[in-house]
């Protein structure tokens, strides 16, 4: 498995923040991406790469997903330039908004497919 870019100063933060999370973070662990429900493929949660801790990871698949809420609107620079540094480390990065999550969680769940290699769809190891 290539780096992962773990950054081990903010293991505490990134704790809290678990903890401390949105309504459409905790929705979209419960339903989709905890105990290797989507697909068989291991997620972690509020996982600190460099300076940023980003909502979701599969490592294996080098894929974050980040849930925006409402401050994201005010942060729309700043999430440009966090998703051009994770790219530039090898992550795909998908951007999902918290209302999607909380009122059409089919259609996000079909978002997040789309992004999974084919052999993960059918059910062979990437």
Same mark, same amino acid.
């Given at each position: 498995? $290539?780096?992962?870019? +773990?950054?081990? #100063?903010?293991?505490? +933060?990134?704790?809290?923040?678990? #903890?401390?999370?949105?309504?459409? $973070?905790? *929705?979209?662990?419960?339903? *989709? @991406?905890?105990?290797?429900?989507? +697909?068989?493929?291991?997620?972690?949660?509020?996982?600190?790469? $460099?300076?940023? /801790?980003?909502?979701? /990871?599969?490592?294996?698949?080098?894929?974050?997903?980040?849930?925006?809420?409402?401050?994201?609107?005010? #942060? /729309? %620079? %700043?999430?440009?330039?966090?998703?051009?540094?994770?790219?530039?480390?090898? +992550?795909?990065? *998908?951007?999902?908004? $918290? =209302?999607?999550?909380?009122?059409? @969680?089919?259609?996000?769940?079909?978002?997040?497919?789309?992004?999974?290699? %084919? %052999?993960?769809? #059918?059910?062979? =190891?990437?």
């Amino acid at each position: 498995m $290539e780096k992962s870019n +773990y950054n081990k #100063k903010l293991k505490v +933060y990134a704790r809290h923040l678990r #903890k401390a999370g949105t309504p459409g $973070e905790a *929705v979209l662990w419960a339903e *989709v @991406l905890s105990a290797k429900k989507f +697909y068989g493929l291991q997620f972690n949660r509020q996982f600190a790469i $460099e300076n940023f /801790i980003v909502d979701f /990871i599969c490592r294996k698949l080098r894929l974050v997903i980040e849930v925006d809420g409402m401050s994201h609107q005010f #942060k /729309i %620079e %700043e999430d440009v330039l966090r998703d051009i540094r994770l790219r530039q480390l090898g +992550y795909e990065v *998908v951007r999902i908004n $918290e =209302s999607d999550v909380m009122n059409d @969680l089919d259609n996000v769940i079909r978002t997040l497919e789309a992004c999974l290699p %084919e %052999e993960v769809i #059918k059910g062979q =190891s990437p």
